[in-house]
């Protein structure tokens, strides 16, 4: 397999020349040549239609400094993503990618629209088997360009859990009923990402997103540009770097065990050589963690499960009636009378709800018993200043 070489190249602003500058540094870090006139595919993150300061969607910037350097070469360009409420095609405008898109001439693909190619690996633990856009599969070269942010499910989203997106549409909130807790999703998504295997991964994490990420969290201001060929070994660095330890987030620790990649096989380089665990240290940025559900608490009984793990809640006044939670929901544990009805008792706290909300109206909060102690701690508190 050889060594996993991931390059780290500090990266302060959006701007063209620094991020273009900052791209080639970390491709020539890890000794990453283009060979002239290959068909290279895109896949950013786009999960819903999302301005690019906002930090949910992968920045313009970065998809423009990687189609410059591929029109450099002489390559034909297309971009492809697809999320899971059907506003693909309203992402690309919105985040700007489309306009990148028009300025290089390259072709903007809506996965679900796309013709179909069965995938087929012995290797996966969850999906034997499942369909992708023919687009990826005709591609010479597929780069994935991930953005760093938390995760209200899997804690942390990179590499890895961007190449989910090339499951067409809906189909994706089938996966999280077929796959319910964090441990077989982590496992699917690995299914995933082997299958495809994205032959470059580069990371905008110039700023990234923490707290409820992916999509309702907060932009924090981290200053990198992250690349490798390895996806595991880039999310290893990238969420290392956000103050995660790598072996508790899931994708990482089973691809690790599954052998899809290496812990030891891991090297780090940045614009002065090789970057050694002291230094790495002293280049974390600490993100804020999104609330964490507990699904073993789930054989102790659902009330246990619903009292001591983060739940959706909906916000009437951000609600505007689009129905996307409800259609999407992998367990119809929504209904909607007036505005979104969550039924605890179906609710398996995937947070596709969430994920997928463009306007805000569905929150991730944290354990319900949290939120009983604060109020009975107050209780107490107010009496005794009382006495």
């Known amino acids: ?6 390059s780290i190249v500090r990266c302060n602003s959006y701007s063209q020349k620094e991020v273009y500058d900052a791209v080639k540094k970390a491709l020539s870090l890890i000794n990453f040549r283009f060979r002239k006139g290959m068909t290279v595919l895109l896949k950013p993150n786009i999960i819903s239609p999302k301005k690019p300061e906002l930090a949910v969607t992968t920045h313009p910037a970065v998809v423009n400094a990687v189609c410059r350097i591929l029109r450099e070469n002489n390559c034909k360009i ?8 059907g506003t693909t095609k309203k992402g690309f405008e919105v ?3 489309g306009k990148v898109a028009k300025k290089y001439r390259a072709k903007t693909i809506v996965f679900e629209t796309d013709a179909k190619v069965k995938v087929k690996n012995r290797k996966n633990l969850v999906l034997k088997e499942f369909f992708v ?5 005709d591609a010479d070269l597929v780069i994935n360009l991930p953005k760093l942010k938390t995760h209200t499910l899997t804690k942390y989203t990179g590499a890895v859990k961007n190449v989910f997106g090339v499951i067409p549409g809906a189909t994706k909130t089938l996966y999280h ?7 077989r999703f982590s496992h699917l998504l690995l299914d995933i990402y082997q299958s495809v295997k994205p ?3 580069i990371m905008d994490a110039i700023v990234g997103m923490e707290g409820l990420g992916p999509g309702a969290g907060t932009p924090k201001k981290t200053g990198y ?3 490798s060929r390895d996806g595991v070994a880039l999310d290893f660095v990238a969420s290392r770097l956000a103050g995660f330890v790598p072996e508790t987030i899931r994708t990482i620790d089973y691809a690790f065990k599954r052998g899809i990649s290496k812990k030891d096989d891991i090297e780090i380089f940045g614009k002065d050589g090789k970057i050694n665990d002291d230094k790495l240290k002293g280049m974390i940025v600490p993100y804020k963690k999104a609330p964490e559900t507990n699904y073993t608490l789930m054989a102790f009984g659902q009330w246990v499960f619903a009292l001591l793990s983060p739940r959706p809640e909906v916000s009437k006044e951000k609600c505007t009636g689009c129905m996307v939670c409800v259609k999407h929901c992998p367990v119809n544990a929504i209904s909607f009378k007036k505005y979104p009805q969550i039924d605890r008792k179906k609710c ?3 947070f596709c709800c969430a994920e997928l909300c463009a306007y805000g109206a569905m929150n991730v909060e944290g354990p319900r018993m949290l939120e009983i102690l604060k109020k009975v701690s107050g209780i107490i508190r107010r009496r005794k200043r009382k006495k």
């Open 1 to 6: 397999m050889g060594k996993s070489r991931v």
């Open 78 to 85: 297309a971009i492809g993503e697809s999320d899971g409420a």
């Open 95 to 97: 985040s700007g990618i």
């Open 133 to 137: 856009a023919k687009t990826l599969k």
């Open 177 to 183: 009923k077929k796959a319910p807790d964090v441990n």
């Open 199 to 201: 032959q470059l991964n």
């Open 225 to 227: 540009i992250i690349a």
């Open 348 to 350: 398996i706290k995937c």
